[in-house]
């Protein structure tokens, strides 16, 4: 990148920070759980509004998701920026989307700036719910991104950490039927649908001792029973079964379904089972694109960590990663110090000065990846090769 667009991009960001730190702190203040994100959007749209994106809200008929677009005067590629604002029960912004949303809406401002002189057009999409029923998930099934070239989203954390992978998940509930009887007087005629879940629970132990160290399968049981002396005719279990890729996970939900199968089976009930919450696939990181990023994040100071993380969840970007090349890398906003996400320490790092300027590095190395791959058709060529070859199959 040169010093000339440097010196704009820095302007242009210094221009928007108030907007952007006034936008995450009211985010903050106003935590709202997925799909109920009313004042969140609200505030990112009129944000993107006022930048003059034509903005598209409701979106897919989701009355808090939106698609806000800039189109450039000149042709060029489409990039795509992904917000999330909701919230988590209770600890509000203990993931940080507020600064999250910011860092991502704000670097498509900062490229709304810039297209009408190198081309392109750039598209800030509002996607709801990440931490629950990610609409993320809506989009990559759509058409959302039929028309877009590149999707980033940046999250904030304790780290500097490159685009990796993420865990594809399937949220599944089970649930199984017996019949009532009094305990005590008249077992026999009784059909015990907990038993039906206690075994279960204890197929998917005996299933887990053989499965791959990074799988995980993990539930909870949502509805036991009655009362002690009334064999229970209906329990629920709630489940998350997670894999490092889609084949293994489709093997995984199989094997998971006999155990449940197995359970009901031996103690004489039946069982059903249902997604109770959108599955979300493996992130898949276009690593052409991931260097790129992680090289402009350099010549601004920021190492990126590239090894791989030791833990990791899932997240509805990696459905949007396997329908178009994407990156999802990590700010750091903790000044340093080691906090997990989730927890209400890591919320109020998203209000610090560290974090803000983290904020305005992530936007500065976003807009330069963009400008790379608008300026060079080569580079977008090479990251679309690597999608055709690693992902399409
Ligand atoms: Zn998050
Ligand atoms: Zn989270």
């Known amino acids: 990148m040169t010093k000339q667009w440097g010196d704009r991009i820095e302007t242009l960001i210094d221009e928007l920070r108030p907007e952007l730190q006034e936008l995450s702190e009211y985010i903050y203040e106003h935590p709202e759980l997925g799909h109920e994100e009313v004042k969140s959007s609200k505030a990112h749209v009129d944000l993107l509004e006022k930048h003059g994106f034509e903005v598209e809200y409701p979106y897919l008929g989701i009355s808090t998701a939106f698609k806000a677009v800039y189109k450039g005067g000149k042709a060029g590629p489409t990039l795509a920026y992904l917000s999330e604002y909701d919230a ?30 190198v081309g392109g057009t750039v598209i800030v999409l509002g ?37 990796g992978k993420s865990m594809a998940m399937e949220a599944i509930e089970f649930r199984f039927y017996g019949k009532t009887a009094h305990a005590a007087a008249t077992p026999f005629e009784g059909k015990n649908a907990l038993e039906a879940c206690i075994n279960f629970f204890n197929s998917v132990s005996t299933l887990r001792q053989q499965l791959r160290p990074t799988a995980r399968v993990h539930g909870v049981i949502k509805e036991g029973g009655e009362a002690a002396n ?60 991931s260097a790129l990023y992680n090289d402009n994040m350099h010549s601004l100071g920021v190492e990126m960590v590239t090894e791989p993380r030791e833990s990791m969840g899932s997240m509805d970007m990696g459905n949007v990663s396997q329908v178009v090349p994407a990156i999802n890398p990590y700010f750091e906003i903790t000044n340093g110090k080691s906090v997990s996400g989730h927890t209400t320490e890591f919320r109020e790092c998203t209000l610090t000065e560290e974090a803000y300027e983290a904020m305005e590095k992530t936007i500065a190395g976003l807009t330069y990846t963009a400008l790379d791959l608008i300026t060079d058709s080569e580079k977008l060529h090479q990251v679309k090769e690597e999608f055709l070859n690693n992902v399409k199959v």
């Open 127 to 163: 996607t709801p719910a990440e931490e629950t029923n990610g609409d993320k998930v809506t989009m990559a099934d759509a058409d959302t991104f039929d028309d877009v070239d590149v999707a980033f989203c940046t999250h904030p954390s304790d780290k500097n950490y490159a685009s």
């Open 230 to 289: 009334i064999i229970p005719d209906y329990t629920r279990a709630e489940f998350y079964v997670r894999a490092m890729d889609m084949p293994y996970l489709n093997e995984l939900r199989e094997k998971v379904i006999r155990c449940a199968e197995a359970g009901a089976l031996a103690a004489d009930c039946k069982m059903e089972w249902s997604h109770y919450e959108a599955s979300y696939k493996n992130l898949i990181t276009n690593e052409t694109l």
């Open 88 to 117: 988590l029960p209770g600890i509000g912004h203990g993931c940080g989307h507020n600064i999250l949303g910011a860092t991502d809406t704000g670097a498509g401002i900062v490229l709304s700036k810039l297209v009408d002189e």
